[in-house]
């Protein structure tokens, strides 16, 4: 193997290292944005679990958690059959 060769293998396993290592942090972003929005769907979940349990309206809950009253409407029907674990 030549000096033209060496070198050329040396930036491809360079460029490979850079793209594996890219990848892992892009990895690790896309992991916290996920596991952070899952998290706040779950505080949103027990949080009109626990308006509707304390009977709040529709409205007051969808203007509180800033969702349309439709998706609050299906977001109770959920956790009344399936209530989120409070802590």
Same mark, same amino acid.
Do not use: C, Y
């Given at each position: 193997?030549?000096?033209?060769?060496?070198?050329?293998?040396?930036?491809?396993?360079? +460029?490979? &290292?850079? @793209?594996?290592?890219?990848?892992?942090?892009?990895? !690790?972003?896309?992991?916290?944005? /996920?596991?952070? #929005?899952?998290?706040?769907?779950?505080?949103?979940?027990?949080?009109?679990?626990? +308006?509707? &349990?304390? @009977?709040?309206?529709?409205?007051?809950?969808?203007? !509180?958690?800033?969702?349309?009253? /439709?998706?609050? #409407?299906?977001?109770?029907?959920?956790?009344?059959?399936?209530?989120?674990?409070?802590?």
């Amino acid at each position: 193997m030549g000096i033209e060769e060496a070198i050329i293998q040396e930036l491809k396993a360079q +460029a490979m &290292r850079e @793209g594996r290592n890219t990848g892992i942090q892009k990895g !690790l972003k896309e992991g916290l944005k /996920e596991g952070l #929005e899952k998290g706040k769907w779950q505080k949103t979940r027990l949080f009109v679990f626990r +308006a509707d &349990r304390k @009977g709040m309206s529709i409205a007051d809950i969808a203007e !509180l958690v800033d969702l349309p009253e /439709e998706e609050v #409407e299906a977001l109770i029907q959920e956790v009344r059959l399936n209530p989120p674990e409070e802590h």
